[in-house]
């Protein structure tokens, strides 16, 4: 009895054993202790945290490698944007540069045109009919009481502007008239000087001076006149300071010493002259009478 007791003992402390052995083995932490049991789960959150901060490290890692190739995406296209742009503004600056040097081209050709036609007037006659009783009204209320002679000129040369030395014209010396004008016949004069170098220069005619042939006459003067010339007339614009006589048949040449010039007709300067003088009788500022025995424009200023 008693060995049937102790082999059924040593069979159930086996059994037992075994099935501890089991236990240990699929669930060890049964047969730890509470400190253990503590230790085995602070090592297994550690574990955890190390898995999950792997993991962490590897999404941001796949996502920095995302991030960089989307930025590189976005410089190649920013990089190839860059390159059309730049291309096409070469050819915008192409474009303009050729435009740039069609205009130069156009303007340059527009340089060596075919000058400005002369044109002339339909008539001295019909044009510049102005009468020495229209020019004399104008005379007496824009120019100066009549001088007696060249004395009485001399004292009273603060009312008048002397014009013998101009740019744009000549005053032929003459015993029957000095070179004064009012103030205002003096501009109408340097305007009229004036327009004909612009004119002739537009028209590619070389430069000529205008001459004047007689300016302010006095009294003395007009009384000399009157025993040899026709047409002069007691009472003169000229005694006024407001009239002056162009020539027309005659021009002082414009050119450096030394250097000549192109031969241009008479006619051809006059008839750019009558355009100016017509103009400026247009424009309300002067009376002209086309003298035919003098050779002369007479003109008083308005």
């Not at 291309?87 to 540069?97: D, L, P, R, T």
């Not at 001399?154 to 740019?167: Q, S, T």
């Amino acid at each position: 009895m008693k060995k049937v007791f102790a082999r059924r003992f040593v069979q159930g402390f086996c059994i037992v054993v075994l099935v501890l052995a089991i236990i240990k083995e699929v669930a060890p932490a049964v047969a730890y202790t509470n400190e253990e049991r503590a230790q085995a789960k602070a090592e297994a959150r550690t574990k955890e945290q190390a898995k999950l901060a792997n993991e962490a490290k590897k999404q941001q890692r796949k996502y920095k490698s995302d991030e960089k190739g989307k930025d590189e995406a976005r410089q190649s296209s920013v990089s190839d944007a860059a390159k059309v742009l730049s291309q096409q503004n070469s050819k915008a600056a192409k474009v303009s540069a050729k435009e740039k040097k069609a205009l130069k081209a156009s303007r340059e050709k527009s340089k060596v045109k075919v000058p400005h036609r002369i044109y002339s007037v339909p008539g001295y006659d019909r044009c510049f009919a102005d009468g020495n009783d229209v020019q004399l009204a104008s005379a007496v209320k824009y120019g100066v009481e009549p001088i007696a002679n060249r004395e009485e000129a001399e004292a009273r040369k603060d009312e008048l502007v002397y014009i013998g030395a101009n740019p744009y014209f000549v005053v032929e010396e003459a015993r029957s008239s000095i070179p004064y004008l009012v103030p205002r016949a003096s501009t109408l004069l340097q305007d009229i000087g004036k327009t004909f170098f612009d004119s002739l220069q537009i028209k590619g005619i070389p430069l000529h001076k205008m001459i004047i042939t007689s300016v302010l006459r006095t009294q003395d003067d007009v009384e000399r006149l009157q025993r040899h010339n026709t047409n002069a007339v007691p009472n003169s614009c000229h005694q006024y300071a407001t009239t002056f006589d162009i020539c027309y048949n005659r021009y002082r040449t414009v050119a450096p010493p030394g250097e000549e010039r192109r031969a241009v007709r008479n006619d051809t300067l006059k008839w750019v002259l009558s355009e100016v003088l017509y103009d400026m009788k247009k424009q309300g500022r002067c009376y002209v009478k086309h003298e035919k025995k003098q050779g002369c424009f007479h003109i008083t200023v308005r």
